[in-house]
Each structure stands twice: as C-alpha cells, then as structure tokens.
C-alpha cells in the first residue's frame, strides 16, 4: 500500500462525503471505485466502446459496470 496526501476543495470534499454516506462506504472507498469506472471507461475505449451513458435498457449494454455504488 502507499499513502497519497490529496489536496480538493470544500465542495468536492462535500460531495465526496456525501456519495460515501449515500452509498454506506468510505469516503477512500469512493475514490477507489471513481478510478476503476476510469479505468474500465480506458479499457472500453481499446476495444471501441468509446461512449459512457446510463440507460432504462440493460438489454441494449455492450459494457455493463457493476458495485460502483
């Protein structure tokens, strides 16, 4: 594991605090699944599937992300 020190601003810190709260998990935890929807979203785009949406239809999904929240 490393440490990393962030410096963020009043309203994203808000914010954050209230996805971790909303989703019943830890603000770090919060950060972590951001970056894996980033990472997905990369590894979706090396296959050309450049688009991120959200959709009523799963049927019509060629990617789906799960346990974000």
Same mark, same amino acid.
């Given at each position: 594991?490393? !440490?990393? *020190?962030? @410096?963020?601003?009043?309203?994203?810190?808000?914010?954050?605090?209230? %996805? /971790?709260?909303?989703? +019943?998990?830890? !603000?770090? *935890?919060? @950060?972590?699944?951001?970056?894996?929807?980033?990472?997905?979203?990369? %590894? /979706?785009?090396?296959? +050309?599937?450049?688009?991120?949406?959200?959709?009523?239809?799963?049927?019509?999904?060629?990617?789906?992300?799960?346990?974000?929240?």
């Amino acid at each position: 594991m490393r !440490r990393l *020190d962030l @410096l963020i601003s009043a309203d994203l810190d808000q914010e954050l605090t209230a %996805i /971790a709260e909303g989703a +019943g998990i830890c !603000r770090h *935890d919060v @950060l972590r699944r951001g970056l894996a929807v980033l990472k997905a979203a990369r %590894i /979706a785009r090396a296959r +050309g599937l450049p688009h991120i949406g959200f959709t009523t239809d799963p049927a019509r999904l060629d990617l789906e992300l799960l346990n974000v929240l």
